[in-house]
T-cell receptor
Framework: GAVVSQHPSWVICKSGTSVKIECRSL??????MFWYRQFPKQSLMLMAT?????????EQGVEKDKFLINHASLTLSTLTVTSAHPEDSSFYIC?????????FGPGTRLTVT | DAKTTQPPSMDCAEGRAANLPCNHS???????VYWYRQIHSQGPQYIIH???NNETNEMASLIITEDRKSSTLILPHATLRDTAVYYC????????????FGSGTQLTVLP
């Protein structure tokens, strides 16, 4: 159990365009969703936390108008990177939470050219 | 949540046991020790967790010292596929907080 999928697994986009990343919990319902990003040779850094049906809470330094998070259902959350720039190139990982357990998606590699 | 300290890197010969240490000297009584690993370009993978007793599962063993100030993750027979960054995380049971990742230990299993 506790299967998490992310789509796409990798994406290349041009600077100024927007990219949507989907995260699905395939066999459980997630009351909370965490989104992390990871730059090369660095650790995972929390970007935001969202609860189903509520607005996301963003960590300091993360622009809420740039990284739009939608958690409309207990099995689907999306992260949209708007007006992407090369410095947004990173590995984005979703992490749904069920009860006390936190699970992780396989990640999405975003490259902005 | 208590802070953890891990060595930045370790090597291990294939087939030998890999022992990864973690220091968490400020751990509280209701905080668990969790271990995750991240193979390159993948999401973190849960390995094992414990409170104060030693734990074993199909992946690894977790040895927690009696004073709980440190722990060791043991991979009994390391393979090349175990090459990854290993994270030791301390978090309170029932906490609504997210897992916070430090810099971890890069384990390289050598052929």
């Amino acid at each position: 159990g506790a299967v998490v999928s992310q789509h796409p697994s990798w994406v290349i986009c041009k600077s100024g365009t927007s990219v949507k990343i989907e995260c699905r919990s395939l066999d459980f319902q997630a009351t909370t969703m965490f989104w992390y990003r990871q730059f090369p040779k660095q650790s995972l850094m929390l970007m935001a936390t969202s609860n189903e049906g509520s607005k996301a809470t963003y960590e300091q330094g993360v622009e809420k108008d740039k990284f739009l998070i939608n958690h409309a259902s207990l099995t689907l959350s999306t992260l949209t990177v708007t007006s992407a720039h090369p410095e947004d190139s990173s590995f984005y990982i979703c992490s749904p939470r069920r009860s006390d357990e936190q699970y992780f998606g396989p990640g999405t590699r975003l490259t902005v050219t | 949540d208590a802070k953890t300290t891990q060595p930045p890197s370790m090597d291990c010969a294939e087939g030998r046991a890999a022992n990864l240490p973690c220091n968490h000297s400020t751990i509280s009584g209701n905080e668990y020790v969790y271990w995750y690993r991240q193979i390159h370009s993948q999401g973190p993978q849960y390995i094992i967790h414990g409170l104060k007793n030693n734990e074993t599962n199909e992946m690894a063993s977790l040895i927690i010292t009696e004073d709980r100030k440190s722990s060791t993750l043991i991979l009994p027979h390391a393979t090349l596929r175990d090459t990854a960054v290993y994270y030791c995380i301390v978090i309170r049971s029932g906490s609504a907080r997210q897992l916070t990742f430090g810099s971890g230990t890069q384990l390289t299993v050598l052929p």
